[in-house]
């Protein structure tokens, strides 16, 4: 059901002729993290007290930055009336719009007739990229089963085909660009209905709609709220219906998502998204907007959850999962001064953030709920392991002993063009600490080869760290471009192609000398183990 909650009346109603520069404000506004609605079409009733509590304040701030904003410039806004005033008046509308959609009519949430989907209302769902995407697809499916849909296997019996596409690298783009020319074959008398989800739809969503003219519907990585509305308006107008706002806030924490093996005994929960890293050569930030948290508790909850229906083994997800700070708690004003530090010698380039709850406190509560339940994490920064989040997976049986760690590069100067924020010595230094809280620690990296201006030096460093640590478990790639970014925009792709090729080879079968060394001194060795399927 979708309502207009009250602060998104009040803005609409007070301070339409605000322009971008105030809606920026707000949208920046730390504590206006909850007003999802100004960033988007639709909105969604938010009644949590904390929520509503710091949307009050959120408008205050809006307001006066409103009133300083126009200030000389001839407007009169002795009309608006103060939030309080504002707030009482609707109070009875609002208590009213609860119960009542029919309050207030969003037109372009009203209901039409349709021609029916052939097949009643079933989904097909492809997923490309990351297990973020997986993930993503599970919250979408969710959102779409409570709007009467069925999800089934047979692409050929689908009223509607979603792909939840990846943007991380050109080639998983190729691969989806490919995948809907063939299915672009499929369409007979509009049906079945084709949509673009995730990354590649923020990024190319004129491309999609120009060049893939099967598109029917093209949604961002924080627009699956609007699926429902998405799918009806593509039905209904037979045109692409499009959303890409990237939310400051938007993390579905009350969405519990609907995993598609029910046998499997792993289970992944979202806990943050987004990302304000801004390494040189990634389009995340771009394509999944900034950084925010899930609050603690519908985590927790949700963790609850799931060891009730017999999940073994939780996922912890996020683009920078260790990053994670949960402010919700937090009352507008009065942040808690107790920054944690970083990683020994890791830097960043935005302003070091204080307060909330952070990855050390959840590892904390998350590890509490089932001790028979194995708790794991991807994808973490190197900058972000304190020592109290080294202490608590040391400390607690069911905290995997195993860390994923993205070097991406072993020389300090191309970690620099990179913007990682730390030199090959900071990152052997944490190494050498993760394993003096965690003997046994298995650690994973990330590698990148042929970054713009990596010379053979450069390579020969990298390959020096993967012998140095030992990895036992590498994600190992080829430099590729990304428009947008910053390496797009300063830097020159200057490796030839076949020097990426034959770099990434040679650090591949250094990956897999190191991985059957590190295999064979296991042998022997009694290990506690998930066994997932038979
Ligand atoms: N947030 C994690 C971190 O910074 O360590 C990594 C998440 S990123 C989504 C996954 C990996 O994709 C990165 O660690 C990097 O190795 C790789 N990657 C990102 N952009 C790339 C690019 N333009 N070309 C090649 N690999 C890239
Ligand atoms: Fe991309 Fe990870 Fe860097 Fe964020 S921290 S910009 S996700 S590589």
Redesign the pocket.
């Known amino acids: 059901m979708h309502l207009r909650c009250f602060v998104c009346q009040f803005v609409t109603r007070h301070l339409r002729h605000s322009k971008a520069g105030l809606l920026r404000n707000l949208h920046y506004e730390r504590h206006a993290r909850n007003l999802s609605c100004f960033s988007q079409r639709t909105c969604s009733v938010t009644v949590c007290p904390t929520t509503i509590k710091s949307q009050c304040k959120s408008i205050f701030v809006a307001k006066a930055n409103y009133s300083t904003n126009i200030k000389g410039k001839g407007r009169d806004i002795s009309h608006v009336p103060d939030i309080k005033e504002f707030l009482s008046a609707s109070n009875d509308a609002t208590n009213k719009q609860l119960h009542d959609s029919t309050v207030e009519p969003i037109p372009y949430l009203e209901k039409a007739t349709y021609s029916k989907p052939p097949n009643g209302k079933t989904v097909y769902f492809e997923t490309y990229g990351?297990q973020m995407n997986v993930n993503d697809a599970e919250y979408a499916w969710a959102i779409l089963k409570e709007d009467g849909y069925k999800r089934i296997d047979n692409l050929e019996k689908a009223d509607v085909i979603l792909l939840v596409t990846c943007s991380?690298?050109e080639k998983a783009e190729d691969r989806i660009w490919k995948r809907l020319t063939v299915l672009k074959e499929k369409k007979l008398s509009g049906y079945p209905k084709i949509g673009i989800l995730g990354c590649m739809a923020e990024r190319l969503k004129k491309e999609i709609v120009e060049k893939e003219k099967a598109v029917d519907i093209v949604a961002g990585p924080d627009a699956y709220r609007d699926l429902p509305r998405l799918l009806e308006q593509a039905t209904n107008e037979s045109q692409t219906a499009i959303n890409v706002m990237l939310s400051v806030d938007e993390t579905y924490a009350d969405i519990m998502p609907v995993r598609f093996d029910e046998k499997t005994k792993t289970a992944f929960v979202s806990i943050m998204r987004g990302?304000d890293?801004m390494?040189s050569?990634?389009?995340?930030p771009f394509t999944r907007g900034r950084e925010r948290s899930r609050p603690v508790e519908s985590i927790v909850d949700e963790i609850r959850k799931l060891s009730n229906m017999g999940i073994k083994q939780v996922n912890l997800l996020g683009?920078?999962v260790n990053s994670y700070r949960d402010m919700s708690s937090v009352e507008v004003g009065m942040p808690n001064l107790n920054a944690e530090p970083m990683s020994q010698g890791f830097k960043t380039i935005y302003k070091p953030k204080l307060g909330g709850l952070r990855f050390a406190d959840l590892l904390d509560r998350v590890s509490s709920v089932d001790p028979e339940m194995r708790i794991r994490f991807i994808?973490?920064?190197?900058k972000d392991f304190p020592d109290e989040v080294l202490e608590i997976i040391s400390e607690r049986t069911n905290i995997c002993k195993q860390i994923h760690l993205?070097a991406?590069s072993g020389s300090s100067r191309i970690l620099e063009q990179m913007r990682r924020g730390h030199t090959r010595e900071d990152y052997l230094n944490l190494v050498e600490r993760i394993r003096s809280y965690i003997p046994d620690v298995s650690l994973s990296t990330?590698?990148?080869t042929g970054f713009c201006g990596e010379t053979e030096e450069d390579h020969e460093d990298s390959i020096s760290l993967m012998r140095l640590v030992k990895y036992n478990y590498a994600?190992l790639?080829?430099?590729?471009?990304?428009k947008k970014?910053h390496a797009y925009h300063k830097m020159n792709d200057d490796v030839p192609e076949k020097v990426k090729v034959q770099r990434l080879q040679e650090i591949m079968k250094v990956y897999y000398e190191l991985l059957e060394q590190t295999q064979r001194s296991l042998v022997g060795e009694v290990q506690l183990a998930l066994v997932e399927k038979v």
Not at 281 to 284: K, M
Not at 379 to 382: A, T
């Open positions: 990351c991380i690298r990302c890293n390494c050569y990634c389009i995340v683009q920078n994808s973490p920064h190197p993205p991406q990330d590698m990148i994600f790639f080829k430099y590729s471009m990304r970014t």
